[in-house]
């Protein structure tokens, strides 16, 4: 019980890492480019990641595993680094913390949907889920009485394709490869392209940075280095539907951020959105055959 306890308070303490993070991202935007803020919290989140490497699978240099993970890396990193960079720019051109969390977050919907179209068995409350999505992107883009979608919107909804990817190119590897090791060098991909493009097409000004050092730290050091291990901690001891479910959350806490931090302030049919986008994230990870078997254990 209290192996479940501090599972689950580190699957929300990821939750809300990650939620943050959506703040510093909006932050950062203010001062340095989206390749340049990118380029420097994966590096950095790729040396925060030694460490935890070093304790957790420590062994001796195998070439064979090297080479098995590198080419997952690299495709991994990659469209980790499209991704990134669409929901940077979605943050730049948007101004909204929590927004920005909202739509991003539909990838967790994406996911089941993409599968289905490979020819996965999806679930019914998959599908119930996205309906729940779609309702809430359009309250959630409505100015007015109009319904419309701005560039920012549409560039987070297209990262949020991406994320989905990323997430299937994940799943398809990281059972042939060491997770941390795996995560690590994606991440220092992430960071290379990102800081090869910064530096051809953003002027990188020290001061620039250094204005947006505590930005930068927070995604680097926490959102890629302390999340990710917490991640991998709590998800040792709990099921994988309940950890989608509570990783959902951090839409949540990207709102409650963007108020708390921020001043924020979204109209009611915002906040409508908000609430049905995130409905449709937790339907969309449930199992319908696990709800059929609770109903018939409470008979």
């Known amino acids: 019980m209290k192996t479940k306890i501090k599972s689950t308070i580190l699957l929300f303490l990821t939750a809300i890492i990650w939620g943050f993070a959506f703040v510093a991202q909006r932050v950062g935007a203010e001062y340095v480019g989206a390749f340049t803020f990118n380029g420097i919290r994966f590096l950095l989140g790729t040396i925060s990641l030694i460490p935890v490497i070093l304790i957790f699978e420590r062994e001796k240099f195998d070439k064979s595993k090297f080479i098995k993970t590198l080419i997952p890396s690299i495709l991994a990193g990659t469209v980790l680094f499209i991704a990134s960079t669409l929901q940077q720019y979605g943050?730049?051109?948007?101004?909204?913390?929590?927004?920005?969390?909202?739509?991003?977050?539909?990838?967790?919907?994406?996911?089941?949907?993409i599968r289905f179209v490979m020819g996965k068995k999806t679930s019914v409350c998959t599908f119930i889920g996205a309906i729940f999505a779609v309702a809430g992107l359009f309250f959630l883009c409505m100015t007015g009485d109009e319904f419309t979608f701005g560039i920012g919107d549409v560039v987070l909804i297209i990262g949020a394709f991406f994320w989905a990817g990323h997430i299937l190119v994940v799943d398809k590897y990281v059972d042939n490869v060491s997770p941390l090791k795996f995560s690590m060098m994606q991440f220092l991909v992430c960071g290379i392209l990102s800081m090869i493009f910064a530096f051809v097409?953003?002027?990188?000004?020290?001061?620039?940075?250094?204005?947006a050092g505590i930005p930068i730290l927070y995604g680097g050091i926490m959102s890629v280095g302390v999340a990710y291990?917490?991640?991998?901690?709590?998800?040792?001891?709990?099921?994988?539907t309940f950890a989608s479910i509570v990783f959902s959350t951090e839409s949540v806490f990207s709102a409650i951020g963007g108020a708390l931090l921020l001043n924020e302030i979204m109209s009611g049919r915002g906040y409508l959105g908000c609430v049905l986008i995130f409905i449709g994230i937790v339907f969309s990870q449930l199992n319908t055959t696990e709800i059929k078997k609770l109903f018939k254990k409470q008979r």
């Open 229 to 240: 291990t917490c991640q991998i901690l709590g998800q040792k001891e709990s099921d994988p």
């Open 201 to 211: 097409l953003e002027d990188i000004e020290l001061s620039a940075v250094k204005s």
């Open 91 to 113: 943050v730049e051109i948007t101004g909204s913390a929590g927004k920005a969390g909202f739509l991003t977050g539909l990838y967790t919907v994406l996911v089941p949907l």
